[in-house]
Every structure is written in C-alpha cells, then in structure tokens.
C-alpha cells in the first residue's frame, strides 16, 4: 500500500487532482480557518476502492479481494495517525512521540512540504522514506548519547 500511496501521490495528487492536494501545500499562514483542507477529499476516495473490494470479496467469497480491502483500510488509518495526527498535529494525540523513527520521519515529510508547487517534489511516501533521514537521526542519537 506504501507503494500505491507513492504512485497516487506523485501521480495523481502532484498530477491531474492536483486542485484538491494544493491545499495541503499552502504556508500555515496561508491556510484557510476551517479544521478540514480539500486535501481531506482523498480519504473518501480512496474509501471507495476498499469499498468496492469489501463489497466483492463478500459476493465472491474472496479471500484476496477481501484482503485487499483490508489493506486499504488499514493503511488509511496508518496514514490518518502518523499524516494528520503525528506530523500535522491537527489532533492533539501522540505528542510525546519522539522516538528515532518518528523524528527521521518528520524529517523526510518536512523534506515534502519545503515544495509548495505542484511541480518537483520529494519524499512522496510517508512510511518509508529514503534512509537518509533515518541515518541523521540515528547519528544524532550517538552524538546524545
Ligand atoms: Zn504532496
Ligand atoms: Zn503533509
């Protein structure tokens, strides 16, 4: 699911539905008051795969397609804590999570965000990201130590 969230994001989202993710790429100052972003728009549609595969993985009795399903719907929560939650804070949970993955992994989406354009961008994944940033945090950890 990394991977397709990667492909949609690079490609669709920086691509032709690029009106709804501008949103998300916009300076604080520069965001509207309300709690939701058009970017938000992208967990309803990406609900209606999973939909669809829980749908047809009950007709047919399919345990892949049942599975697919579950695999968007977990990642949709994955990507809703550690997006929305963990880096955005736009809920007040997990905010003692400090630990050397998290960090490399603020690190790696902050690298996204420094892009505000719809054009050249980085770190389109948000699980797995390039080494790097782990590598600067684990370094950071010896040098503490
Ligand atoms: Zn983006
Ligand atoms: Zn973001």
Redesign the pocket.
């Known amino acids: 699911m990394e991977g397709v969230a990667w492909l949609a ?1 690079k490609y669709l ?2 691509g032709f539905l690029w009106y709804l ?1 501008a949103d ?2 916009l300076p604080t100052y520069k965001k509207s008051d309300s709690f939701f972003e058009k970017n938000d728009w992208f967990f309803v549609i990406f609900a209606f795969p999973s939909m669809v595969m829980y749908i047809l993985g009950s007709i047919f009795q399919d345990p892949i397609l049942f599975s697919i399903a579950i695999g968007i719907t977990v990642y949709g929560f994955a990507y809703f804590v550690f997006h929305e939650v963990v880096f955005h804070q736009r809920l007040n949970w997990f905010k003692k999570w400090r630990n050397t993955y998290i960090r490399a992994l603020r690190r790696a989406h902050g690298m ?1 965000h420094k892009h505000l354009g719809k054009g050249d ?1 980085e770190c ?1 994944g948000l699980l797995i990201f390039p080494y790097k940033f782990l590598k600067l945090e684990i370094e950071k950890n010896i040098r503490n130590s």
């Open positions: 994001h989202m920086h993710h998300h790429h996204h961008g389109f």
